[in-house]
């Protein structure tokens, strides 16, 4: 189990860029798959971005891609989302979540239900202005 906090959120004008973090504290940080979801006022929570446990695999919704980067710093158990031309559409809480599953040879398809996802931090706000 992991304890997850988020920053990083705030207001930009569109086309700008953020980076979010979401730091975690407890054991195995380093074994888990780890995603970035998101969640628009009145719609449901989105998968926005995943990243392998060794951090070289990665896995993007289609709406993010070339846009968004997930990447990960074992030495600082941190997990970022670098956020660059943002529009008005990405305005959303963001949260980061620990995956229930592996992601490898033996489970080719990276976990990208929110079902799949536990330990959510509690968000960070992005709202882009148009």
């Known amino acids: 189990q992991l304890q997850l906090v988020e920053s990083g959120g705030g207001l930009v004008q569109a086309g700008g860029s953020l980076r979010l973090s979401c730091v975690a504290s407890?054991?195995?940080?380093?074994?888990?798959?780890m995603g970035w979801f998101r969640q628009a006022l009145g719609k449901d929570r989105e998968f926005v971005a995943a990243?392998?446990?060794?951090?070289?695999?990665?896995y993007y919704v289609d709406s993010v891609k070339g846009r968004f980067t997930i990447f990960r710093d074992s030495s600082q158990h941190t997990v970022f989302l670098q956020m660059t031309s943002l529009t008005p559409e990405d305005t959303a809480k963001y949260y980061c979540?620990?995956?229930?599953?592996?992601?490898?040879?033996?489970?080719?398809?990276?976990?990208?239900?929110?079902?799949?996802?536990?330990?959510w931090g509690q968000g960070t706000q992005v709202t882009v202005s148009s």
């Open positions: 407890g054991r195995d940080f380093d074994f888990h798959v």
């Open positions: 979540a620990r995956a229930m599953f592996t992601w490898g040879s033996d489970r080719p398809e990276p976990p990208h239900l929110e079902r799949e996802y536990a330990d």
């Open positions: 990243v392998s446990a060794n951090g070289f695999s990665k």
